[in-house]
């Protein structure tokens, strides 16, 4: 097995079944969805203040409430991970049904006063990697499971990130992602956080794949509870509304703030 192989193997492990005791009802639910925030160096405080409250926010908006209503199950699943370096992965609140806006509530509050887990270097695989074994790891039964990575830079620790993404996609999981552009990193971060192309180019290229998958770009952390929320509603909703700025795989030649469908494969 290659040294990949192995960091993959190992971080599926440390998240699979029976590691967490999660609160989630048992039952169907509409979808399984896994909430990845990057909590790594390139993100300061303030900024991931601003992330935390825009998660807690989003879910408790009334229109993913509406989406989450409107599902065959009228529930979701959600766990919410953070995440930085290659083994640096944490649990933030485990698996919880949402079914109505005090689940949602609950959710945010779990969300909003845990401590910040981490503040290194940036592996987007090793969070796929880790959320793979999170999917694993509960035994609520649905047909939709997705991984929701939001991020302000590059991967740069681990396996291969497009790798990573292939593998989750093999297993029948979507990945779609929250790219979000910082400006005010320092300097050191410059080709991490702008990397040739533009970061929601790079995403679409390396990250969010599976039936369905997309991309949105966030001007900045000050916006990210409203993309967030656009994001919920298009991943919940049964017949969603055309998101504002969609563009298909074939034309997206103009990623600023749109959202991105993955290339063909």
């Known amino acids: 097995m290659t040294?990949?192989?192995?960091?993959?193997?190992?971080?599926?492990?440390?998240?699979?079944?029976?590691?967490?005791?999660?609160p989630a009802r048992a039952g169907n639910v509409d979808i399984l969805l896994v909430l990845a925030a990057d909590v790594s160096r390139s993100i300061d405080d303030g900024e991931f203040e601003l992330q935390r409250k825009g998660?807690?926010?989003?879910?408790?908006?009334?229109?993913?409430?509406?989406?989450?209503?409107?599902?065959?199950?009228?529930?979701?699943?959600?766990?919410?991970?953070?995440?930085s370096d290659?083994?640096?992965?944490?649990?933030?609140?485990?698996w919880t049904t949402i079914g109505n806006g005090e689940d949602a509530a609950a959710v945010g509050a779990e969300i909003l006063k845990a401590?910040?887990?981490?503040?290194?270097?940036?592996?987007?695989?090793?969070?796929?990697?880790?959320?793979?074994?999170?999917?694993?790891?509960?035994?609520?039964?649905?047909?939709?499971?997705?991984?929701?990575?939001?991020?302000?830079?590059?991967?740069?620790?681990?396996?291969?990130?497009?790798?990573?993404?292939?593998?989750?996609?093999?297993?029948?999981?979507?990945?779609?992602?929250?790219?979000?552009?910082?400006?005010?990193?320092?300097?050191?971060?410059?080709?991490?956080?702008q990397p040739p192309g533009g970061l929601p180019e790079y995403f679409r290229q390396n990250v969010i794949g599976g039936p369905g998958a997309f991309l949105l770009q966030v001007e900045n952390f000050g916006t990210f509870a409203e993309a967030m929320t656009r994001k919920l509603v298009s991943e919940i909703a049964t017949a969603p509304a055309p998101t504002p700025g969609l563009i298909t795989a074939s034309a997206a030649s103009s990623p600023a703030r749109a959202a991105l469908s993955p290339p063909e494969r």
């Open 115 to 193: 401590p910040r887990s981490f503040a290194s270097r940036t592996s987007i695989s090793g969070a796929i990697y880790y959320a793979m074994g999170r999917l694993s790891a509960t035994k609520i039964a649905t047909d939709k499971r997705i991984i929701d990575i939001s991020g302000d830079g590059t991967n740069n620790s681990g396996p291969a990130v497009d790798e990573a993404r292939d593998q989750a996609v093999g297993a029948g999981i979507t990945i779609n992602g929250l790219a979000i552009i910082n400006t005010q990193a320092g300097p050191g971060f410059l080709m991490h956080t």
């Open 55 to 83: 998660y807690a926010a989003a879910l408790a908006d009334p229109r993913v409430l509406k989406a989450i209503a409107e599902g065959p199950h009228r529930a979701i699943a959600v766990t919410f991970i953070e995440w």
């Open 3 to 22: 040294r990949a192989g192995l960091a993959a193997a190992v971080l599926i492990a440390l998240a699979g079944p029976g590691l967490f005791a999660g």
């Open 86 to 94: 290659t083994l640096d992965q944490q649990v933030v609140v485990d």
